[in-house]
Every structure is written in C-alpha cells, then in structure tokens.
C-alpha cells in the first residue's frame, strides 16, 4: 500500500502542468489606448489572454501563470484624460506596488484592479509568492510538495510503528515459551 502512495506522489510530481492556449509578452512591448499606456519589463509575462477595451479598461488573464510567470512588471503611464482601469484576473497577489489612485482585489470577480485618474509614469509590479517554486504545479507547488512530504512521514511513522509492533510480539512469544526465565549453564545435580 504504501509503495503504490509514494509511487503515486511521484507521478504527480512529474506530470507537467497543462496549459491550453497563452501569449507571451517579451519586454517593452507597449499595449496601448486612449487613457494610457502599460510598457512590459523583464522578466517575460505569459498570460491565457489580454484584451484592450474601447473604454478604457485592459484586462489580463493570468490564471495558472501566475506560479510559473511569479512577478509581472510594467511601467504604466496614466495621461490624466480619463479613467485608465487595469483587471488582472487570477488568485490574490502577496504585493502590488503601484501609485494609482485604486488597488483593490475583488474576491467576487477574482480580479486585481487598479485604476489610475491623474497624469502619472510609475512601475506596476505584481508579485505572487514568497519562497521557492516548484515546478509543474504553478501557485500550488509548495502545497503539493508539502503534501507529498506529509504523505511520506505518515508511510514512515506507519512503518515503523509496525516494525515496533512485531518486535513486542516476537518478545512476547520469547516469554511465553518460558526460554526467557531458563538458565544459561545447565544445572549439575549429584
């Protein structure tokens, strides 16, 4: 049984991570509308897709890149002439450093939107996790490598457990034989 759980544990640790559809976005690439600007800084950003509304609002989907992609950076520049409204959809990020006149994450919508009123050049960055990443397994990696850790010790407390059980059954039938009160020497008599 638990040869097949850690078998399993290493299967899933292998299996890559599926993504159907994204776009790569190489560094200073300028997605731009009426009310402004967003300029994309090192490193790369992939989303599942962007797309640029006539009112003003960019929208990025960046489920499951979020992990694999971990921090997206820009220079975002407001022209002050309208409301420019930035939608990052995906899980919360753990920062957001930004000077816009709005940061919130929507939990309801599974968005982060920012919005920028006034004329302003500032950085965006966005930042997912704190610690190492895991390969395959995007923002979950750390979860399922902490997982299959915890699945590892209870195989190995289970197994030695088991081991101290039969070494006490082994001991009893050693005293229950009565070998464990007999002599050493065998006993001279006249």
Same mark, same amino acid.
């Given at each position: 049984?638990?040869?097949?759980?850690?078998?399993?544990?290493?299967?899933?640790?292998?299996?890559?991570?599926?993504?159907?559809?994204s776009v790569l976005v190489t560094q200073n690439v300028?997605?731009?509308?009426?009310?402004?600007?967003?300029?994309?800084?090192?490193?790369?950003?992939?989303?599942?897709?962007?797309?640029?509304?006539a009112n003003g609002t960019m929208f990025f989907d960046?489920?499951?890149?979020?992990?694999?992609?971990?921090?997206?950076?820009?220079?975002?520049?407001?022209? !002050?002439?309208?409301?420019?409204?930035?939608?990052?959809?995906?899980?919360?990020?753990?920062?957001?450093?930004?000077?816009?006149?709005?940061?919130?994450?929507?939990?309801?919508?599974?968005?982060?939107?920012?919005?920028?009123?006034?004329?302003?050049?500032?950085?965006?960055?966005?930042?997912?996790?704190? !610690?190492?990443?895991?390969?395959g397994f995007g923002g979950l990696g750390l979860a399922?490598?902490? !997982?299959?850790?915890?699945?590892?010790?209870?195989?190995?407390?289970?197994?030695?457990?088991?081991?101290?059980?039969?070494?006490?059954?082994?001991?009893?039938?050693?005293?229950?034989? !009565?070998?464990?009160?007999?002599?050493?020497?065998?006993?001279?008599?006249?």
């Amino acid at each position: 049984m638990w040869k097949a759980l850690i078998l399993l544990s290493l299967i899933f640790l292998l299996i890559p991570e599926g993504h159907s559809a994204s776009v790569l976005v190489t560094q200073n690439v300028v997605l731009h509308n009426q009310y402004g600007q967003l300029t994309t800084k090192p490193p790369n950003q992939q989303y599942g897709s962007f797309t640029l509304y006539a009112n003003g609002t960019m929208f990025f989907d960046y489920r499951s890149w979020e992990g694999p992609v971990g921090i997206f950076s820009f220079t975002a520049e407001s022209y !002050g002439n309208g409301t420019l409204q930035l939608r990052f959809k995906g899980i919360q990020p753990t920062q957001v450093t930004q000077s816009a006149a709005t940061s919130t994450y929507s939990v309801p919508n599974t968005w982060q939107e920012i919005t920028y009123t006034a004329s302003q050049t500032s950085p965006l960055i966005i930042v997912f996790g704190v !610690g190492p990443s895991f390969p395959g397994f995007g923002g979950l990696g750390l979860a399922f490598v902490i !997982g299959f850790i915890l699945i590892l010790l209870f195989i190995i407390v289970s197994q030695v457990t088991r081991k101290a059980k039969d070494e006490e059954s082994e001991f009893r039938k050693f005293i229950d034989k !009565g070998l464990y009160n007999q002599p050493t020497r065998p006993v001279l008599t006249s």
